[in-house]
Each structure stands twice: as C-alpha cells, then as structure tokens.
C-alpha cells in the first residue's frame, strides 16, 4: 500500500497564523516574545489546585519547609519543561506529534488521553470555584444568589474565548497576569493579618518533617504541573526563537514560583488557622472592606479564565483534533462541555483535598514515566534530530503502536506506585531506562528506530538552545 500523508503533512509548514487558526502542522510562526511567554505562564499558573495543595500540608509540614517544598517543586518544573519543550521550540510541532516517534501513531493517544483528563478535571474544578467567586459578589451587591446559574454562564464565557486560539491566550495572559499577581500578594499579607496569631501557632512553631513527608509535598506542587510538562510544545512553538536553554528554564521557574507559593500558602495558612479549604469562603471572609473583597473574589475568578484557556484547554483540544481530526475551534467547544461533567461541586468540598491529593499523586504516576520516554526518544535514540516527513505519515515508519514505549511506561508506573510519596521522581530513571534498552534489543521496535538512511528534516535551532 502506498503512504498516504497524514492530513496534517499535507497542510505545510504553518508561516502565517490567523485567530483561532491552530493546527497540528510545523510552525514556524512564532507569536510570543520572552517577555510576553514570560507573563502567559505567570497568569495561566493561578490554580486553585494549588490552594487545595496547600491546605493538604497542615499538620504535616511547617511553614519554612512548605515554602521549600513549593520552591524545588517549581524549579524541577523549569527544567522539566524546558527540557521537554526543546522538541516544540525546535521543530514547531506540538506534542501529540512529537509523541508519535516514541509511541507510534495509535500509541500517542495513551499519552494523550492521560494528559487531557486532569486537564478536563481541572478545568472543571477551576470553573466553578470561579462561578462561586462571581456568585458570592453577585449576593454580596446584589442580593442574588445562583451558583448553577453563574457557572453555566461562566463556562460559556470561557468557551468563547477559547476559540480565540493563542492569539487570545497571549493578550488574556499578558493583560491579566499583573493585576493577578497583585491580587495574590494583597490576599497574602491579608490572611497573616487576619490570622497571624493562629498561623504563628499552628505552623511557625510547628516541628513538621524533613523526609519523605517533604520530598512528598514537593511532588504534590510538582504534580499540578507535571501535565503541562508533557504537552509542553504545544506552548513552546509559540515562543520566538533565540532563547537558550538556561533561560528558558528560569522563564518558566520564575513565572510560576511566586503564583505557587502565594496560592499555597495562603491555602496552608488559613486552612491550618480555621480549618477551611474552600477557597471562596477564606476570600470572602479573609477581607473586611466590602469594596476590596468584591475586587479579589473578580480577581479571583478572573485568574480561572487565564488558567483554564492556556493549561486546561489547549491539551484536551490537541488531542481532539489528532484522534477525531477535529478542527480547533470545534474541539475547543467539546472540550468546554465535556468539563460540565466532571462534577466540579463534588470536588470543592472540604472532604474533597485529601481525594485531590490522591488524584494527583495517582495521575503524577503515569505522567512521570511518560515524560522519561518523550525525553529519552528525543535526547537518547534520536540525538535531537527529527524526522517531520515520518512525524507526519500516518504508514510511515511510526504507524501503530511502539510496544517499547507502552512496555517502558508500564514499568515506570509500577515503580511509581510502589513508593507513592515519590512516586514521580522514582519512575524516571526506571521508564526512560528501559525504553532505551528496549529500542535497541527489540526486534519489534526497529522501525522506530532512526538510522543514517532517513532523511532528516532540519530545524534551526537558538544558539545555546536544548533544541
């Protein structure tokens, strides 16, 4: 049978990008300086997620321990993504077709799906904590009071704006990211005025743990991450060319460390000083002023949008538009309604965090050995070299499933299961292992296996880049 080009090939290299006009094509158009990439991650990091984190360490650790438990997790997040990203930046395809040269056509969408889960769960979850945001300045203000009524429209909201693409997602982020930050730090230093004196008590004076319990919490931060690091390309093609490695690592650390700690510590603090873990009623509550409160909790449900539209749509849709071949406004439009069903006022109740946390930790399990395969295929078995041709030829030599990548995964899985607290760092080493060995003793894997022959589509590539 002759090859028939996947549809995506036969679009071309993508050199010019409309509104709302993404595609799984090559891109070489690049809309995002550093700056800008800079401030899309700072405003797109705000989850609510992390609150929850944070009220999951009370008790456990103290607040010098909570601040570097949050501060090493951001930072692994850095290089993991940069590292990761090196792929997207280079060759500007997103991650559903870098993952077809590990996991083969059919096998790319087991990663796919395990990415856009929690990205649907979250969307869910943010959506409706930014509903009750809306909800309770609506019955402060105005007397009404409809929580089902705010989140349909705020959803809605979300999915028109969605459609937009990353032209939207770039100024959404750029012009919220600051106004978000500010509202952070304001809410902060207004939870430690509030409560200080139970704070001082109940986490300052607080042996808390330096073993596994800590190593634990660093996970926990990392692991709201750990999905953005596998589908990383599909934001790092956006960003303009020239920035080299070091750098992009400290974009993105720097971007979400100060939204990681201020989101969780304030859930640590005020959840460890009244025993609260729904996070509109510590806002609500936290803040005496009328007028000051109705401006957090805008801020607040604000911060949702500029999450859910970079980090929990664009994953899910991606990989809509590569099983079904969808096109991107449509997927994004599914994806909006399939978030409706994850049943987000089930998940903010106060018994909820410790279920939160276990959903992390056991998601953190599949994303960490597959991250190890992307990261191995591209460094180890491919030396960061591409074949788009193959990327985008559906009976190329990627067709199918790779078994050397399901087996690998499985393997870092079961690792990761088996100490649970560490479970995202202890899988690396065993999946990203054993798939390189796989792929060269597995006569099954070989056609995935590049040698001197292919011929090699080439990138540039940023002076001093990963890529």
Request: glycine share 10%; aromatic share 12%.
């Amino acid at each position: 049978m002759a090859a028939r080009p996947d549809s995506d090939a036969s679009a071309g290299v993508v050199t010019d990008k409309a509104v709302g006009q993404e595609s799984l094509a090559p891109q070489q158009a690049r809309i995002m300086g550093r700056v800008s990439y800079f401030l899309a991650w700072l405003g797109g990091c705000v989850s609510i997620g992390t609150f929850t984190m944070g009220s999951s360490l009370v008790g456990t650790l103290n607040l010098t321990q909570s601040v570097l438990a949050m501060a090493i997790g951001c930072f692994v997040i850095g290089i993991g993504l940069a590292v990761n990203g090196a792929a997207g930046y280079r060759y500007g395809i997103p991650f559903m077709v870098q993952a077809r040269s590990a996991y083969g056509f059919a096998g790319t969408r087991i990663p796919g799906l395990i990415r856009a889960v929690p990205a649907l769960v979250w969307y869910g979850f943010q959506s409706w904590i930014g509903a009750a945001a809306l909800n309770q300045v609506s019955a402060t203000l105005f007397g009404f009071d409809n929580l089902v009524a705010f989140f349909i429209g705020f959803q809605l909201l979300q999915i028109a704006l969605s459609v937009f693409g990353f032209h939207g997602i770039k100024w959404l982020e750029n012009i919220g990211a600051a106004f978000i930050l500010a509202a952070l730090i304001y809410m902060f230093f207004s939870v430690i005025d509030r409560y200080g004196a139970q704070i001082n008590e109940s986490l300052v004076a607080t042996e808390g743990s330096w073993g596994v319990p800590f190593w634990n919490a660093t996970m926990l931060f990392l692991g709201i991450y750990a999905t953005m690091m596998l589908n990383v390309s599909d934001y790092s093609r956006e960003h303009t060319r020239g920035t080299g490695s070091g750098l992009l690592v400290t974009i993105y650390a720097m971007s979400i460390l100060p939204v990681t700690v201020f989101m969780g510590l304030i859930g640590l603090m005020v959840s460890g000083a009244t025993g609260v873990v729904d996070p509109i009623e510590v806002f609500a509550n936290a803040v005496d002023n009328t007028v000051l409160m109705v401006v957090t909790l805008l801020f607040i449900a604000f911060a949702q949008v500029t999450t859910n539209v970079l980090n929990n749509v664009v994953p899910p849709t991606y990989v809509l538009m590569d099983v079904f071949r969808m096109p991107f406004r449509a997927a994004a439009v599914l994806v909006g309604l399939l978030a409706f069903a994850t049943f987000p006022w089930l998940l903010v109740r106060d018994e909820s965090a410790a279920g939160l946390q276990l959903f992390v930790q056991t998601y953190s399990a599949f994303l960490g050995p597959i991250f190890a395969v992307l990261v191995a295929d591209y460094y180890v078995v491919r030396r960061r070299t591409l074949d788009l041709g193959a990327l985008y030829d559906a009976e190329g030599p990627y067709r199918g499933v790779n078994p050397a990548a399901l087996v690998a995964t499985l393997v870092g899985v079961v690792v990761a299961f088996a100490v649970p607290a560490v479970g995202w760092y202890a899988s690396l080493l065993p999946a990203g292992l054993t798939y390189v060995a796989l792929m060269r003793a597995w006569p099954a894997c070989r056609r995935f296996v590049p040698d001197d022959r292919e011929s090699v589509a080439e990138a540039p590539s940023a002076p001093g880049s990963l890529g």
